[in-house]
């Protein structure tokens, strides 16, 4: 039985993390089952993580990280994912902050180098609310002496149990009937912040991705690291978009190398009959379809990911290039997991296959911003001309 091959090196170093990530991965492999079926987050993962110096694979090297581009990460993160979709999503939520902060620092912004410090120094882990507000946050923000009071429920905080800052948003209604949004982060340990232990879900259930109740929580202004329109897809938001959607689509796209893995190790060790399984014509197009599927998703998001050579901008073209790739790629890992089940056959429908798991967990791709529809429909309202800040 042969692996499907990790995608080939396009740029020089491309792959100089996936050893990393492999090496991890094992260590994580046997535990998966265990966290799905208990519904528990991936804590001794997070652990051997940091220990490896993998949360810090996207803060630059004169500032104590790994040094990983977006090229390096995505491929990082394919490898991670065929081992523990759950570790690899959840540490995504932090990796891309990581990049997004990266970005931020070469474009002056004073806080981004701070942050990324303490990722170093304090093995600081970054956390979002931002897939669940998007364009419409939750909650309120009033404006008092010295910034401001947020009170808001948020969802979708993946890896809650270990975060220390969650970055999120919140809309401040001003008396002239205007809605801004403010973006800020906010210190898990701060008065009034609270986990709400909300997720128990169909798939990716190892991330722990609970609400996070913010109660009259006060925002020094300070803090406030950004401010857009109300249902607006501005700046601020193309900058997370940009930076999340090609780290997250490799995740999915380890998923499908796993589920295609595991489908061609089970029928190269069984019969039908009297037949290998692997000598039956059907099956050998089911395995060749899935080849096909990851050769071509692959593609589609190397050919995104040339946006981010050299010095690149968070404009509507690199979103649209994104999209596209993340599109292309989360579709068809829920493709070939549907094609790996039933190339095994009913094995697969029971709990103790991990096709079964594979199955679930890639489900959860098309529920990432931009979703595959607004991926469309936002690529048709670039080639129209059209309004493209809102969804």
Not at 114 to 132: A, Q
Not at 304 to 331: C, I, Q, W
């Amino acid at each position: 039985m042969s692996n499907f091959p990790g995608p080939a090196p396009a740029r020089d170093g491309d792959d100089a993390f996936v050893g990393l990530a492999r090496e991890l991965g094992a260590q994580f492999a046997p535990r998966a089952a265990e966290h799905d079926r208990e519904n528990t987050f991936v804590d001794a993962n997070y652990k051997e993580l940091a220990e490896a110096g993998y949360l810090r694979l996207a803060v630059p090297e004169e500032l104590g990280g790994l040094g990983a581009n977006m090229r390096q990460v995505c491929y990082a993160q394919a490898e991670l994912a065929r081992y523990c979709s759950s570790t690899a999503l959840a540490a995504n939520m932090h990796l891309y902050i990581t990049l997004l902060q990266g970005f931020r620092r070469r474009g002056g912004a004073p806080d981004a180098e701070g942050v990324l410090k303490r990722v170093v120094e304090e093995d600081l882990v970054l956390m979002t609310s931002g897939g669940s507000d998007w364009l419409w946050p939750t909650g309120d923000a009033v404006e008092v002496e010295g910034g401001y009071r947020v009170t808001a429920r948020k969802a979708f905080c993946s890896q809650a149990p270990v975060a220390g800052v969650m970055a999120t948003s919140a809309p401040v209604r001003h008396s002239d009937g205007t809605i801004e949004v403010l973006m800020f982060g906010v210190p898990m340990n701060a008065e009034g912040v609270e986990i709400v232990e909300t997720w128990d879900t169909l798939g990716m259930r190892a991330t722990a991705s609970h609400d996070v109740q913010l109660t009259d929580v006060f925002v020094p202004a300070e803090k406030i690291t950004a401010r857009r329109g109300w249902n607006l897809l501005d700046g601020p938001l193309n900058a997370a978009g940009v930076h999340i959607a090609p780290t997250s689509a490799s995740v999915y796209w380890g998923i499908g190398c796993a589920a295609r893995d595991e489908a061609v190790r089970v029928v190269t060790k069984r019969k039908r009959g009297d037949t290998p399984m692997a000598e039956i014509q059907s099956v050998q197009r089911m395995v060749g379809l899935m080849d096909h599927k990851l050769t071509v998703s692959w593609w589609a998001l190397a050919g995104s990911l040339n946006a981010f050579d050299g010095e690149y901008n968070v404009g509507p073209a690199t979103m649209n290039a994104v999209m596209h790739g993340k599109r292309s790629v989360v579709e068809e890992a829920v493709a070939i997991t549907d094609i790996a089940m039933e190339t095994v056959g009913g094995a697969s429908y029971f709990r103790t296959s991990p096709l079964e798991r594979l199955y679930r967990d890639a489900r959860a791709g098309k529920f990432h911003p931009l979703t595959p529809e607004n991926t469309l429909l936002y690529a048709g309202r670039v080639a129209l001309d059209q309004p493209i800040d809102t969804e």
